[in-house]
């Protein structure tokens, strides 16, 4: 369907513009978190460093056109560059494209509780059981158990 040498000829373009020192490509959604997540990772004056270079996160990419191979361009500008394994690196096989909600269940302070034989993010729990996250947040605070959390029906207020 020629669909491989469009995807060939997109990563040769972008690859000769960067080289050439083009503005254009430089300015793109995909360049601008190739260059993000590098700098977290490799420059120890940048503010997210602790969480990424500063405790042992590394971009394993050599080349822009080595990550877009793996990644691909940026398909809406609702997203940006996850790592699929959290305290995984950034390295190929690693990243995929995600919006903020999808990134917000993946972070490390993301509850995770087993629902429906496998675990899950506490805030996806709650929504499955038709309850909201609040509710479930706060009874677990409470000293309720997980799943008495989950299964207990939500009193209406009179």
Known sequence: CGCLQKERSSIATIAL???????SALRTKTNRSYAAAKDRCTNPKNNQWKNYGGRGIEFRFSSFAEFIADVGECPSRNMSIDRKETNGHYEAGNLKWSTAVEQTR???NTILVPF??????????ASMAGISYGTVYMRIRNG????????TPVRSMR
């Open 17 to 23: 513009n960067i080289s050439k020192g083009r503005r």
């Open 106 to 108: 993946g972070r490390r």
């Open 116 to 125: 429906c034989g496998g675990m899950v993010p506490l805030i996806d729990a």
């Open 144 to 151: 309720w158990s997980i799943e008495k959390s989950l299964s």
